[in-house]
């Protein structure tokens, strides 16, 4: 039986004592669940929502959709459970994305172990108990062996600072924490602002429904069609019998989702025969174009191509030649904010309800009660949507408070920017480990393979520790210093430095300038985390002892 929502929130008991305290219940969360559970291990989850499914639940706006085809998008671990579930499409909705969820934690009766509208509020290692103390923010705390923070890299929201917000009289919210029941936009006078992933599959489908919507844009995005369609039976039923294969190939691939490498460079081929495969690439749709020559990630001409390519088919596609010169995105090369999958993205700016407003040349001075101020005057609107994206990767894991030993705090470790080894752990916090955390391939991958990556190396050095009566384990200064300095050397040789992105923290005011995921490739990750523990756990230093948790 699939459960509606778990809105029987039941709160933490003062003091309640467990082996591991596992903090969200979404894809990575759940799984993190499954396997310390199956170790034999106490563990409790507890998640902010009342529901599961993370990023799938909280990010239910219109248009909400993942940007990997849900044959590869989907958990690996059980063979039963990837052949019983079937994907109406290709691209998957929010809403059958948070079925999904709902249909694994019920299929390995996950919720009896999750404390559903549960915050953690504060975290502190106590080096007497060899063991965490975890607050939270109904006044519960826990004593565990071990944390392991399964926050998710893009859940804690960005909204900007804007002077008179408090006093507009409209509604707004962030695509991030859309109201569960939805909202009825029609009729409605609607703001958009923001154009990243979440602006650019919200803003087709809102202009549908509002009586007018305004877009306010700062930085022009790259965005490609995806294409969506249902999921063909046929191709249903051929990729199953062999999925253990495709399973395979996405695992030992760069991005966590195979495609063949391309032969040739872009720059090797005649400017027609480049434009004609660029064609062929756009109408297959999502990575089609990313997939015709070698090089178009890695060497700016060649990224140059391809990016022109993108500002001719804007110009082609939007019929008003400001608007269409307006969306061009410049300045940086493709792919180095995340590029956008979308459906009739630029065809909506030719709609007559749809206005573009460009904030590079006009910015918002104020919030105003009606609505919002630039130079070109007021503008009116009954719902603002924030699309302004979040305080990525570090975010979320500073807002949970944590001190390690010694009272070293997290916030004052990560000053300069993150510092981990292999994105799975810090030194100076024993035993917390890090589901896709800063200083891993996480969000330049497809996400639930990144996932159950970090879920089987976390618990098989649990396991591990257990077996040999090991009780603490943290990452070693020299190992973190040298990941850390890996991490940064490898972002160097990319082009993703040319680009003011998320990646980098540059769109939170005050946030430290540090390219936070690793950008190696998920394959060769894969490789050095195999290697650390067939070394046992080189990198890592471990005491032996006993445990008062
Ligand atoms: P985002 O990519 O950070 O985009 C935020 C947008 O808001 C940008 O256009 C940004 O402009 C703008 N913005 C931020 N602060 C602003 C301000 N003060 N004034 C005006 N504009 C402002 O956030 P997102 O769209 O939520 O996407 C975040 C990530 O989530 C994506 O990159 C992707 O990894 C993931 N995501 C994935 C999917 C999917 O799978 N389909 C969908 C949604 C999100 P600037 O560029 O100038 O900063």
Known sequence: MESEGRSATKAAEPLTRWDAVVVGAGFAGMYMLYRLRALGLRVTVLETGDDVGGTWYWNCYPGARVDVPSLNYSYSFSPD???????????????????????????????????FGTTV??????????????????????LAQYLIAAVGCLSATNVPDYQGLDHFEGEWYHTGRWPKGGVDLSGQR???????????????????????????????????????????????REWKQIYAE?????????????????????????????????????QKGAF??????????????????????????????????????????????????????DTNYFQTFNRPNVTLVDLRAHPILEMTPTGLRTDQGPYEFDVIVFATGYDAMTGPLLRM???????????EKWQDGPRTYLGLGMAGFPNLFTITGPGSPSVLTNMIVSIEQHVDFIAEMIDNMRRRAVTR???????EDAWVAHVYEVSQKTLYKYA??????????????????????????????????????????????????
């Open 288 to 341: 089609g174009m990313m997939q015709t020559f070698n090089d178009l990630r890695t060497d700016l001409r060649a990224n140059d191509t391809v990016a022109d390519f993108v500002r001719q088919q804007i110009k082609r596609i939007v019929k008003d030649p400001i608007v269409a010169e307006t969306l061009c995105p410049t300045g940086y090369p493709l792919g180095t904010k995340r590029l956008c999958m």
């Open 401 to 411: 408070n944590i001190t390690g030993r010694s009272g070293y705090r997290l916030a």
């Open 121 to 142: 509020s504060r975290a502190d290692y106590d080096e007497d108990a060899s063991a965490w103390v975890v607050h939270t923010d109904a006044g519960g705390r826990m």
């Open 190 to 236: 609607v703001a958009v602002i923001g154009t990243g992933s979440s602006g650019v599959q919200a803003i087709p489908v809102i202009a549908e429904q509002a009586a007018h919507l305004h877009v306010f844009q700062r930085t022009p995005n790259y965005s490609i069609p995806t294409y969506n369609a249902p999921l063909d039976p046929d191709v249903e």
């Open 473 to 479: 384990i943290e990452p070693d200064e020299a190992a």
């Open 500 to 549: 003011e992105s998320w990646y980098l923290g540059a769109n939170i005011a005050g946030k430290p300038r540090v390219f936070m995921p690793y950008v190696g490739g998920l394959n060769a990750y894969r490789r050095r985390c195999d290697q650390v523990a067939a070394r046992g756990y080189e990198g890592f230093v471990v005491t032996a002892g006993s445990v008062h948790a």
């Open 246 to 282: 495709h399973r395979d190939r996405d695992h030992n691939s760069a991005g966590g989702i195979y495609f063949p490498t391309p032969e040739r460079s872009a720059l090797d081929v005649e400017p027609e025969e480049r434009q004609r495969l660029f064609e062929e690439g756009w």
């Open 81 to 115: 459970l990837q052949q019983e579930w079937s994907w109406p499409e290709v691209y998957s909705s929010q809403p059958d994305l948070l079925r999904y969820a709902r249909h694994v934690a019920d299929r390995f009766d996950l919720p009896r172990d999750i404390q």
